[in-house]
């Protein structure tokens, strides 16, 4: 079922989460092969002596590429942590895309397809 709205003017799409890309700007895999998950311990949190990823910053693995994904709601509970992650994205000129997103709209009218 494809599912589509018909925009008004406070209709705003929100990306939920981001995809950061191990992608240089010359298209080769980012060094270290692990830095998606030396990332995350920005964000983790240790239980019982293991270190727990946050499920809010996740290493993935996309188009074979080693990926992060970070929540946009990460901003909120851990700033310091998203601030780090996202700069150090842009630091790094990594590729960033948008991953999931919320559509907000004020009066939605919605219009569904089969």
Known sequence: MLVSFMANPNTTVEPEEWLIMGITPNGRPFRPSD???????????YNRGRLIYSVHAQPVSRQGQICLVVETILRDINPNAYEFIMGFARDN??????????????????????
């Open 35 to 45: 830095w998606a998950e030396r990332l995350c311990g920005v964000a983790a949190q």
């Open 93 to 114: 000129q990594l590729k960033v895309v948008e991953g999931r997103s919320t559509i907000r709209q004020g009066n939605p009218v919605l219009a569904m397809h089969r």
